[in-house]
């Protein structure tokens, strides 16, 4: 109750979309981002499971920019660099994915001794922290569904 001393209510600062307001795109992207993760579960090669994460956070990434619009001066500049600008909140994401976009670089470009299980293991669990923050900006009543194969954070 609000006036009443100790009475506290919850405040989220990063505000969700109504979901019949929500692109097409966002939803659509959200959708890639699982499928990626669901890739990355999957995964026994530490590098492949390193790539579909990254990817899979890279779409959540464009979910989320889809849904807020690309800023003005948005010309050649990464999709981090976009949500840094359309969702300051996520800022810290987008350094920490950022960091990885030359390991993924190294990979696609045959140097799988690059990532080791532990570095390619902490991605993926970023990654689906990353995606369901994300998702819960897209659709706050559905943003936690996922595709069967997806780990969560209890399993």
Known sequence: MVGQVGATRPRRTISAVEPARVPVD?????????????????ADD????FVHAHLGAL???????????????ARSRSVWDLLADVEPELAPWSVY???????RAA??????????ARRA??????AEDFRDEAA????PDTGFARLP???????
């Open 26 to 42: 966002a939803r659509r992207a959200i959708a890639r981002a699982d499928a990626e993760l669901a890739a990355a579960a999957v």
């Open 46 to 49: 530490p590098a492949e499971r």
């Open 59 to 73: 779409r959540a990434a464009a979910a989320v920019v889809v849904l807020r619009g690309r800023p003005a001066r």
């Open 97 to 103: 994915f950022a960091s990885g976009a030359r390991v």
């Open 107 to 116: 990979v696609d470009a045959g140097r799988f001794d690059v990532v080791d």
């Open 121 to 126: 293991d902490e991605l993926l669990a970023c």
């Open 136 to 139: 819960m900006l897209v659709d």
């Open 149 to 155: 194969g997806v780990r969560t954070a209890a399993s």
